[in-house]
């Protein structure tokens, strides 16, 4: 019999709102948590019993896993408004660095070389661990991919600390995908935006088991 794991998803992005979704297909509980409480209790009335909505900061408070669906660029003040709260929590970061450009794209806001991962992963609250997950596909193939037959298309993921590595592979599994690790946080570049495993980048579309060992 599996442990209990309680999951906090703060913010209700498209992303956001897509992983809490399989999540629950998965038949994970999960705790929703946005600016507006209104905001995620109508999205937790709509999930079903295995969601609840409550005030961001119950939300860190009660969870062992924090999933945060927002901005790349707000995510240093999300950190220090709730440092003590975050203290000890494992947080999965599905963010990308990006921004609009002036053609109808995106643009990259920090450097060529530099990734969301290492430089959220700088900034932690005392004792936090920082995963880089659920932000290799975009919204629209998280929720189209998701439990897809005959063969799972996968998540990747990075993360430095081994210890949690199961704990990420099963919310992967439980939200409709297979989990395949890239390594630690200084490969996070890899499977953000523009990265060669990322969906917007060189590998372009959702990926099976066999594809994605071979681009690794």
Do not use: C
Not at 58 to 67: G, H
Not at 68 to 87: C, G, H, P, R
Not at 102 to 116: C, D, H, L, T, Y
Not at 130 to 143: N, R
Request: charged fraction near 20%; charge should be negative.
């Amino acid at each position: 019999m599996k442990t209990s794991l309680k999951v906090a998803i703060i913010g209700l992005g498209n992303i956001g709102k897509v992983v809490a979704k399989n999540l629950v297909n998965g038949n994970q509980p999960i705790i929703i948590a946005s600016r507006k409480l209104e905001d995620a209790q109508a999205l937790a009335l709509q999930l079903g019993k295995l969601a609840s909505a409550v005030e961001t900061v119950e939300a860190i408070k009660a969870a062992d896993i924090i999933i945060l669906s927002i901005w790349f660029n707000t995510i240093q003040e999300f950190f220090k408004t709730y440092a003590k709260e975050l203290q000890g929590k494992t947080i999965i970061d599905p963010s990308n660095p990006i921004a609009p450009d002036e053609n109808g794209g995106f643009k990259k806001i920090i450097g060529e070389n530099e990734s969301a991962g290492q430089l959220n992963s700088a900034i932690l609250p005392q004792d936090a661990i920082l995963v880089k997950a659920f932000g290799t596909l975009s919204a629209a193939s998280l929720e189209n991919a998701s439990a897809q037959t005959p063969e799972k298309a996968v998540l990747f993921y990075a993360a430095d600390n081994n210890s949690i590595d199961n704990i990420i592979e099963r919310l992967i599994v439980e939200s409709g995908f297979e989990a395949v690790k890239v390594g630690g946080l200084d490969q996070a570049i890899r499977i953000e935006v523009f990265g060669d495993l990322h969906e917007f980048g060189a590998i372009g579309k959702t990926v099976n088991v066999k594809e994605a060992r071979e681009k690794i």
